[in-house]
C-alpha cells in the first residue's frame, strides 16, 4: 500500500503555464519531405554539393571538416543526382548559369523524348481528388514543351497533366495537378519532345491544402498532431544544426528568409541538405497561427563542441551578433524601418508578437562560451530588454545574469525515474529542461520509455517554480532516414503517430491545474538487480571479475592483487537491464581519494567521494553490490560504500484547477504490480473521478503505422471506494476529482 496525502491548503508553487512545449530540429529529415510540405527531394539541385573546406572521402561516404570532424555523405554528386532519375533524357549538373548567387547548380535536360522524375522521399504520397502546385525556373534558348504530370511507379498517370512551354531566359512556370487516383509511391514526370537543352534552376511540388492554407507551408497532418500536444511554445531550429560543424554550415538566420529559391542551402549536421524553405518567417508563422510563443536559437560563434569545435574569430562573431541581431529585429520592427520592411515583404506587415525567447548557442559550455555569451546576452538585453534569454550553460555561476539555463539529459528509463526528485534541492536559478528523452534500452520509443520520463515529470512539475519548461527531443522520425532515436512523432510521406512519451506529454499538458499542492508519499521502492559484468583495471590489467558469493539479492566481487597497484579503476553496471556501456558505475581510486561515478547515457554524476589511503596497496579487494549499493573492502575492513538512489514504486504530483474546483493528482507505476494507493486529502473529494490512464500490454510495447494506438490513453469514470486507488502496473495516470468542501 502506498499512503499519499494531499494539502490542498498549501501551495507549493504556481503552475507554470509554459512548462511543456516543442522543440524542433531538422533531423531524421523532419523539414524538407517532412513537417515542411515540400515533396520533391533535392528540390534545388545542389544536396550533393560538398560543403566548403571539407574534403570528401568516397571509400567511407563522409566529408572531414577542415577541424578534423567526419560526417556521412552519402549523396556526393560525383556519384549521381540525388533525388532525380532520367528514363531517357540526358542529365547533368552545372555551375555555370545558375538562376541566382546563391544556387550552386542547375539541372541541364535534353529530354528528346525522355523523362526526368523525381519520386521524393521514398515516394511522393498523392491523394484522389487533392490539387499540388508545381513550379520550376527554367530557361532554353528554343521554345521547348513540356509536359508534367503525377505518375505510378509503373508509369500510369495518376492526376491530369499540364502543358508548359519554356522559352528564354530564367522564368518560373507553375500549374496545379489534380490527382485522380491515390499513390503513395508516386513520382513527379517532366518530359518534353524537345531535342534541346532545358536548363532547371529550382523546382518545387507542394499540396495546395497545407496547415492553415499556407502556400509555403506545412503538412497539415504533423502540423496538426504537434498542436495536438498543447504546447506552449516552439524552441527552433536546433539542436546542433544551429551549431554546425564548419564556419558555413552554422546556421544563419539571412539564409532562411525571403523568396525559397533565393535562400542559401545549409548542410545539416545530420547529413543532408535543407533547402531552408523552412525558415524563421515560417516557425513565427507557426506560432502565430498556432497561437503559441516562439523560443529562437542561434548561434554564438562557434561550431558545435562535440565536433570538434572551431571557435570564430572577433570579426565572425561580429557577424553571427549581427545575424541574430537582424532576426529579432526581423521579428520585431516595425515595417517602416530595414528590417521590419523585409518581414513586411515576406508577407507580414505587422511585427510577430509571438517571439518570446531567446537562447544564446545551443549546448555550448566553459569559457569559450561564457566570453561569448556575455558579449551576446550584454548587448542584446541593453537593446532587446522585453525577451528572456536563455543561456546553455550554468553561466550563472560565473556571476552572470541569466533568466533560465538549458539542461539537457539523455538516458535510461531508470536514470529518469530516479531521478525525480533532481530538482528538489535546486535554488536559484530558474531552468528549462530543454532535450530530454530515454534514449538508451527504448529506440523504437517504448512505453518504459514514456513511465521514466513521466516519473521525472513529476518531479519538474512539483518544482516548477524553479524549473519553468521544458520540451522533449527530438521531435519528429521519417524511419527512412533516421539519425536519432527515439523521436516523438514518426512519420511517412502520408501517415504519422506518436509514441507512448507522445501521449503521456499530451495528457500532462491537457491536465495543469493552476497551482502546486503540498503532499507526502510514503510507497515501497523497486528491487535493483545487479546482473552485469564487473571489470576491474587493475595496474592497467582488465580483469573480469567473477560474482563469487551471494549476498542477499547482490554479489560480492573479490580479487587479491599480487603486487601494490598505481591505479585502480572498477565499472560495474547499475541494473543489468540496459547496456552496460551506457549506464554504468565506475570506481576510480588514485592519489589517496576514491570516487564512484554513476554515468547513464549522457549523464554523469559523482555518487560518492573520500580519501581512501589503503586502496593502492591493498592485498585483498572484496566489491560487495545489491540493490541498494555497495562497499568496497579493502584488506578485509570497509574502506569505501555508496547507495544507489532507489526508485520508488509510486511518483505523484497534485495541482488544484481553483476554476474548475478540481484536484489533479497523477500518479506513475513503473513496477509489474498493481499498487494501491490511499488517498488523504484536506478536503473532501467526490467519489467519483475521471481518469485517463496510458498503459500496455508490456514496458516494452510500441506504437507502429500497423498499431498507433497501441500504447494510448484510455479514458474512464470510476467510483473510488475506501479512498483507495488502484494503479496499474506499467501506468501513468491522471485523476481529476472535484473538491467537495
Ligand atoms: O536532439 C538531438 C540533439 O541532441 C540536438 O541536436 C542537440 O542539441 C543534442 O545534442
Redesign the pocket.
Known amino acids: 500500500m502506498t499512503d499519499l496525502n494531499i494539502f490542498t491548503k498549501q501551495k507549493t508553487a504556481d503552475v507554470s503555464a509554459a512548462l511543456y512545449g516543442i ?1 524542433f ?1 531538422d ?1 531524421n529529415r523532419s523539414g524538407d519531405g517532412g513537417l515542411y510540405a515540400e515533396m520533391l527531394a533535392n528540390r534545388a539541385f545542389d544536396d550533393g554539393v560538398i560543403p566548403e573546406g571539407c574534403v570528401y572521402s568516397a571509400d567511407s561516404m563522409t566529408i572531414t571538416s577542415p577541424t578534423g570532424w567526419v560526417c556521412g555523405f552519402d549523396c556526393y554528386e560525383g556519384e549521381g543526382i540525388f533525388g532525380w532519375k532520367a528514363d531517357g533524357a540526358k542529365i547533368s549538373l552545372t555551375d555555370k548559369g545558375t538562376l541566382n548567387s546563391v544556387r550552386k547548380r542547375a539541372l541541364e535536360v535534353c529530354f528528346n523524348g525522355g523523362r526526368l522524375k523525381n519520386s521524393g522521399f521514398e515516394g511522393l504520397a498523392v491523394t484522389e481528388g487533392e490539387s499540388y502546385r508545381f513550379y520550376m525556373f527554367a530557361k532554353s534558348v528554343n521554345a521547348a514543351d513540356i509536359k508534367i504530370c503525377l505518375v505510378s511507379d509503373s508509369g500510369d498517370e495518376l492526376s491530369d497533366y499540364c502543358s508548359l512551354r519554356v522559352q528564354g531566359g530564367y522564368t518560373r512556370y507553375e500549374c496545379i495537378l489534380r490527382a485522380d487516383r491515390t499513390d503513395y509511391n508516386a513520382s513527379l514526370e517532366l518530359s518534353s519532345d524537345s531535342g534541346d537543352t532545358v536548363t532547371l534552376g529550382f523546382t518545387s511540388l507542394f499540396p495546395t491544402d497545407t496547415f492553415c492554407g499556407r502556400e509555403n507551408g506545412l503538412r497539415k497532418d504533423i502540423a496538426n498532431k504537434l498542436i495536438s500536444l498543447s504546447p506552449a511554445f516552439l524552441r527552433f531550429p ?4 544551429v551549431e554546425g560543424f564548419t564556419r558555413e554550415t552554422a546556421y544563419r538566420f539571412e539564409d532562411s528568409i525571403g523568396p525559397v529559391w533565393e535562400r542559401r542551402p545549409h548542410r545539416l549536421l545530420w547529413g543532408y541538405n535543407s533547402t531552408n524553405g523552412l525558415g524563421f518567417h515560417e516557425f513565427l508563422q507557426l506560432c502565430e497561427d498556432a497561437g503559441i510563443d516562439a523560443m529562437y536559437v542561434f548561434n554564438c560563434g562557434m561550431t558545435c563542441q ?1 565536433r570538434c569545435p572551431d571557435y570564430f574569430d572577433e570579426p565572425l562573431v561580429e557577424e553571427f551578433f549581427q545575424d541574430a541581431r537582424h532576426a529579432i529585429l526581423y521579428a520585431t520592427a516595425p515595417s517602416d524601418t530595414e528590417w521590419g520592411a523585409k518581414r513586411a515583404q515576406n508577407g507580414h506587415p505587422e511585427p510577430f508578437g509571438c517571439l518570446k525567447y531567446l537562447e544564446i548557442g ?2 555550448n559550455y566553459g569559457g569559450e562560451y561564457i566570453k561569448r555569451y556575455k558579449l551576446f546576452y550584454d548587448r542584446l538585453k541593453a537593446e532587446f530588454p522585453q525577451f528572456v534569454y536563455i543561456a546553455t550553460d550554468h553561466v550563472e555561476r560565473s556571476g552572470l545574469h541569466v533568466d533560465l539555463v538549458d539542461d ?1 539529459y ?1 538516458a535510461d528509463p531508470l536514470f529518469f525515474a530516479a531521478n525525480h526528485d533532481i530538482y528538489d534541492d535546486h535554488s536559484g536559478q530558474a531552468i528549462y529542461v530543454g ?1 530530454y528523452a530515454s534514449t538508451i534500452g527504448c529506440k523504437q520509443g517504448t512505453l518504459m520509455g514514456a513511465l521514466g520520463e513521466a516519473a521525472f515529470l513529476t518531479g519538474v512539475e512539483r518544482n516548477q517554480d524553479r524549473v519553468k519548461m521544458t520540451s522533449y ?2 521531435l519528429l522520425n521519417d524511419p527512412m532516414f533516421t539519425e ?1 532515436q527515439p523521436d516523438l512523432i514518426t512519420f511517412d510521406n502520408h501517415r504519422c503517430y506518436g509514441i507512448p512519451s507522445y501521449h503521456m506529454l499530451r495528457m500532462f499538458a491537457q491536465s495543469r491545474g493552476d497551482y502546486v499542492c503540498g503532499h507526502t508519499l510514503e510507497t515501497g521502492s523497486s528491487q535493483r538487480c545487479d546482473k552485469g559484468q564487473t571489470v576491474l583495471y587493475y595496474c592497467g590489467e582488465k580483469v573480469i571479475l567473477d560474482s563469487k558469493t551471494s549476498q542477499g539479492t547482490g554479489a560480492a566481487y573479490s580479487y587479491t592483487f599480487d603486487k601494490p597497484a598505481d591505479s585502480l579503476h572498477l565499472t560495474f553496471c547499475d541494473n543489468g537491464l540496459t547496456n552496460e556501456d551506457q549506464n554504468r558505475y565506475e570506481l576510480t581510486a588514485e592519489g589517496g581519494l576514491c570516487r564512484v561515478v554513476h554515468y547513464n547515457g549522457w549523464s554523469k554524476h559523482t555518487v560518492s567521494q573520500g580519501k581512501c589511503d589503503e586502496c593502492l596497496n591493498a592485498e585483498s579487494f572484496i566489491l560487495y553490490v545489491d540493490d541498494k549499493g555497495y562497499e568496497l573492502c579493502i584488506n578485509g575492513s570497509p574502506a569505501h560504500s555508496g547507495s544507489f538512489k532507489p526508485l520508488p514504486d509510486i511518483y505523484a504530483v497534485c495541482t488544484a484547477d481553483t476554476n474548475k474546483n478540481e484536484l489533479i493528482i497523477k500518479l506513475v507505476n513503473i513496477t509489474d504490480r498493481e499498487i494501491d494507493v490511499k488517498i488523504g486529502c484536506d478536503r473532501e473529494l467526490a467519489a467519483t473521478m475521471h481518469v485517463d490512464t496510458l498503459t500496455g500490454e508490456s514496458p516494452d510495447s510500441v506504437n507502429s503505422f500497423e498499431e498507433p494506438l497501441r500504447v494510448a490513453p484510455c479514458e474512464k469514470i470510476i467510483e473510488v471506494y475506501d479512498n483507495t486507488l488502484s494503479i496499474c502496473p506499467y501506468s501513468v495516470n491522471i485523476f481529476r476529482a472535484k473538491l467537495m468542501a
Open positions: 522543440f530540429e533531423i536546433g539542436g546542433c544544426i562535440a545551443n549546448e539537457h539523455y532535450e527531443a527530438p536519432w
